[in-house]
């Protein structure tokens, strides 16, 4: 079988494969992962093809990043082989660390640095601000993009990109920031079984020249067997719902994990998906699916799909607040 292929993201000249390596899981935000595990599922991804990767410091309050740099400091493929992207804006997020933000020009500029040492690189692909639903976007027009465009001219970071759950918060910043200055989007849980909404604001960032980075398929763990860990923000509704859908795979011996992945990775209008996988197995399975989906021999259960369908349909595209209140 053909491997992975490479796409262009936006007008960044970067490229990358139909599935990212997300690592969120490698901080524990999903339960225990032991680090050579991680580290082993990380070099897997990169020899099975997998040429994206993105972390954050929030993820496990800097140990995501702590192990992703301990797996890219003895990686199988060349550094200017592949993209990585971490985030600037959200931190803390472990066991006993409250999240907090900071979008202050001196707090990103340090935090650039502070990544670039856990990681053990010398550049980053990509620096998002992350969830910026939960600041004033005038402060992120006005004093983190200009900051963080400040060390894209020091060779620190090539691309600059925005992050957040409500869809709305990425026009506001795009109508409004110099043409370039933004030049990737990084939205989740918005292109899923249970909700497709981000599909309408397709159009609007190919008319801005915006890359796109489609993440969390699983909704943040909605669409999984194991269910939502107990940080999850989703009201309960939701969470039922998506539960009587996983079930209703369960029953008939099928993942409603893999149907949720299937199912993303199927619309090639979005150029690439991230995924946690902290282990070798997940990644072989996720692989071996974005390979399908990219040939057209994707084998989904259409009549499964349908089923699942029609469960979710009372919470479709329903989605949760998140952030400041006029940012929803």
């Known amino acids: 079988m053909a491997g992975l292929g490479m796409w262009e993201l936006g007008l960044t000249g970067l490229k990358v494969t139909s599935i990212g390596y997300g690592s969120s899981p490698l901080g524990n935000a999903y339960g225990y992962v032991a680090e050579e595990d991680a580290i082993a599922s990380v070099h897997e991804a990169a020899r099975l093809g997998i040429k994206y990767f993105d972390v954050a410091p929030s993820y496990g309050d800097t140990l995501a990043e702590t192990v992703l740099g301990k797996a890219l400091k003895t990686m199988p493929i060349p550094r200017e082989s592949y993209v990585v992207s971490t985030k600037c804006g959200r931190y803390g997020g472990g066991a006993t660390t409250e999240i907090s933000f900071d979008f202050s020009a001196e707090r990103v500029t340090r935090s650039v640095d502070e990544s670039l040492a856990r990681l053990k690189l010398d550049y980053l692909d990509i620096i998002f601000c992350h969830d910026i639903e939960f600041a004033s976007l005038d402060q992120i027009l006005n004093e983190t993009i200009p900051a963080l465009q400040a060390v894209k001219e020091s060779g620190k970071v090539r691309h600059i990109g925005i992050s957040g759950l409500p869809l709305k918060i990425f026009r506001y910043v795009l109508d409004r920031a110099p043409e370039g200055a933004v030049e990737v989007v990084l939205s989740y849980a918005h292109h899923s079984l249970n909700d497709t909404s981000l599909l309408e604001l ?89 390979i399908e989906a990219e040939h057209g021999t994707l084998d989904i259960d259409e009549e499964l799909l349908q089923q699942v369908e029609q469960i979710l349909q009372p919470v479709k595209n329903k989605t949760w607040p998140s952030g400041l209140l006029e940012n929803n």
Do not use: D, F
């Not at 398929?217 to 999850?232: M, Q």
């Not at 509704?237 to 299937?262: D, M, N, R, Y």
């Open 202 to 290: 397709l159009p609007y960032l190919k008319s801005k020249g915006v890359g796109l980075i489609n993440a969390s398929p699983l909704s943040l763990g909605l669409l999984t067997e194991k269910g939502t860990p107990h940080w999850h923000p989703a009201p309960l509704e939701i969470k039922t719902i998506c539960a009587q859908a996983a079930k209703a795979c369960k029953e008939q011996g099928k993942s409603i994990a893999k149907l949720a992945v299937q199912y993303a990775l199927r619309n090639r209008n979005l150029i690439t998906t991230l995924i946690g996988m902290p282990s070798v197995a997940e990644v072989r399975e996720n692989v071996r699916i974005a």
